[in-house]
T-cell receptor, first 113, second 115 residues
Framework: NAGVMQNPRHLVRRRGQEARLRCSPMKGHSHVYWYRQLPEEGLKFMVYLQKENIIDESGMPKERFSAEFPKEGPSILRIQQVVRGDSAAYFC???????????FGPGTRLTVT | AQSVTQPDIHITVSEGASLELRCNYS??????LFWYVQSPGQGLQLLLKYFSGDTLVQGIKGFEAEFKRSQSSFNLRKPSVHWSDAAEYFC?????????????FGGGTRVLVKP
């Protein structure tokens, strides 16, 4: 059973470009979480999604950031018009229904030049 | 709002020595507490968790943690570290056990193991 997959593992974007980060949850998991880890900081919650629904986006920046988890395919975290401050590691976690335990992917390291 | 503090950013320990990582939380009620480990280039792996009951909990890889309500602490310990324990360790809290619980993480403690 493959774990949570994230790609790309490393992403370099110039200021103003768009970044798309993908997350494939573990098989059978219908809940996805995105966290951001800024340099020298802990992980901060961004958004919690179920299939085709955003349940809690209280940690998402109000502009430029969006997330989706379609019926088919991976969850996508999209950052438009990236700025240097967006450079961070973005982690995805998934969980089965009605359980606390979140399984984390290896993360995507985004560098904005 | 809940918060988690890990006072030690870096800890260096000799192989075979004991290790203790500190974690303090701020929360109105007793939260649900977790320790995760992150090896370089990897995702986070759950080491152990505390929900209720016995305040000393055992985890994987020989780790244990003790919940002390009076000190709002949940320190992680290992009696004898191995070189493979070099990693970053995160303490986290959650307000509930249901799906959708947002984990609040501490800043992490990076552990270096000397031969």
């Amino acid at each position: 059973n493959a774990g949570v997959m994230q790609n790309p593992r490393h992403l370099v974007r110039r200021r103003g470009q768009e970044a798309r980060l993908r997350c494939s949850p573990m098989k059978g998991h219908s809940h996805v979480y995105w966290y951001r880890q800024l340099p020298e900081e802990g992980l901060k919650f961004m958004v919690y999604l179920q299939k085709e629904n955003i349940i809690d986006e209280s940690g998402m920046p109000k502009e430029r950031f969006s997330a989706e988890f379609p019926k088919e395919g991976p969850s996508i975290l999209r950052i438009q018009q990236v700025v240097r401050g967006d450079s961070a590691a973005y982690f995805c976690a998934s969980s089965p229904r009605d359980t606390y335990e979140q399984y984390f992917g290896p993360g995507t390291r985004l560098t904005v030049t | 709002a809940q918060s988690v503090t890990q006072p030690d950013i870096h800890i260096t320990v000799s192989e075979g020595a004991s290790l203790e990582l500190r974690c303090n939380y701020s929360y109105g009620a007793t939260p649900y507490l977790f320790w995760y480990v992150q090896s370089p280039g990897q995702g986070l792996q759950l080491l152990l968790k505390y929900f209720s009951g016995d305040t000393l909990v055992q985890g994987i890889k020989g780790f244990e943690a003790e919940f002390k309500r009076s000190q709002s602490s949940f320190n992680l310990r290992k009696p004898s570290v191995h070189w493979s324990d070099a990693a970053e360790y995160f303490c986290a809290v959650a307000p509930s056990l249901t799906a959708g619980n947002k984990l609040t993480f501490g800043g992490g403690t990076r552990v270096l193991v000397k031969p």
